[in-house]
């Protein structure tokens, strides 16, 4: 898939995300990482679905589900407020999911594609190949 100048692409997990801007051209992307993104990650019971207690005490999951809501805060904040107006979202697909549940309208009109792979950490070669795959 082409890129367009100036898009968007946030790269997450349920621990990290790393926000890019596409600072190249269409044809020949190249991805630069911009700050401010910060997620607020602290959103317990995100998934109903997953509670951890003594009978599931699988913590983890919930904190994941929990970051995966403070990335769809962020970026529909960012795009309600026009910092973003095409998006590309790259995440592993229990992610994305739960990303999905939290998209406000807005974000879904802008959304380019989604990418279900785990790419976080990855170099950024690795991710203009997913994208140029897309």
């Given at each position: 898939m082409q890129l367009?100048?100036?898009a968007t692409v946030a790269v997450a997990d349920g621990e990290k995300l790393v926000?890019?801007?596409n600072t190249g051209h269409e044809m020949l992307p190249k991805l630069t990482v911009f700050t401010g993104a910060e997620v607020d990650g602290d959103h317990p019971g995100a998934d109903t679905g997953h509670h951890s207690s003594s009978a599931n005490p699988d913590e983890?999951?919930?904190d994941h589900h929990g970051f995966a809501v403070?990335?769809?805060d962020?970026?529909?904040?960012?795009?309600?407020?026009g910092d973003i107006a095409q998006l590309?979202?790259?995440?592993?697909p229990g992610t994305l999911g739960e990303l999905r549940k939290h998209y406000h309208q807005k974000l879904t009109a802008v959304l380019m594609?989604?990418?279900?792979?785990?790419?976080?950490?990855?170099?950024?070669?690795?991710?203009e190949k997913a994208i140029a795959a897309a």
């Open positions: 367009p100048t100036g926000l890019f801007r983890a999951k919930v403070g990335v769809a962020l970026l529909n904040r960012r795009v309600l407020s590309v979202i790259i995440a592993p594609t989604e990418i279900g792979k785990e790419l976080t950490g990855h170099s950024v070669a690795d991710i």
